[in-house]
């Protein structure tokens, strides 16, 4: 009997602990900030079981100029247990970026382009995609990205891809 009793507290305990896959490991997406740049970027998750993944991030942005961004990100799951296909969460995170305009050659006597420096903040929710027995977690991402600097700018944020997990 003390035999079960053991059994079943370790397997609630680790019924307590299961985790998403995408929680912890890198990742890499793609989407764009609508109305003005298509991106791709990549993060280093480091899990927090059950319930947070936090860590570095760095974007590209492209298409009227280029844009780097690198910070820190973290999520809040909101269903982190049990292995659900459907894994929501809260996003947020912030950081540093430059922001290179282009005016594409369309007015010669100015400058050709300029250069916006400073700080960053996005937020929004998402859902993995934790499909059993696969090392591999898609994912999607909505919310706002907004880029402080002299030239500030408020964009709408989509994001599509895969989280690699354990």
């Known amino acids: 009997m ?9 397997t609630a305990a680790s ?3 299961a985790t998403p896959h995408g929680i912890g490991g890198p ?16 993060e280093l998750n480091f899990a927090q079981p059950p319930y ?13 100029g280029v844009a780097v961004f690198g910070g820190a990100e973290a ?9 659900y296909l459907a894994q929501p969460y809260f996003a947020f995170g912030g950081g540093f ?3 290179f305009d282009d005016d594409g ?21 998402g ?9 591999i977690v898609p994912y999607i991402d909505l919310g706002g990205l907004v880029f402080i600097s002299d030239d500030t700018d408020a964009l709408f944020k989509i994001e599509i891809g895969v989280r690699f997990g354990k």
């Open 15 to 17: 019924a307590a602990w």
């Open 127 to 135: 859902n993995d995609f934790d499909i059993p027995n696969t090392p």
């Open 2 to 10: 003390k035999k079960y009793i053991t059994l079943v507290l370790l």
């Open 105 to 125: 050659g369309r007015n010669e006597e100015e400058d050709d382009g300029d250069t916006h420096i400073g700080g960053y903040i996005h937020f929004g929710v």
């Open 52 to 64: 947070v993944s936090w860590g570095p991030e760095a974007m590209l942005a492209f298409g009227g």
């Open 75 to 83: 999520r809040v799951y909101i269903i982190p247990n049990y292995n």
């Open 97 to 99: 970026g430059a922001k």
């Open 27 to 42: 990742s890499v997406g793609f989407g764009g900030l609508l109305g003005d740049m298509g991106f791709i970027g990549g």
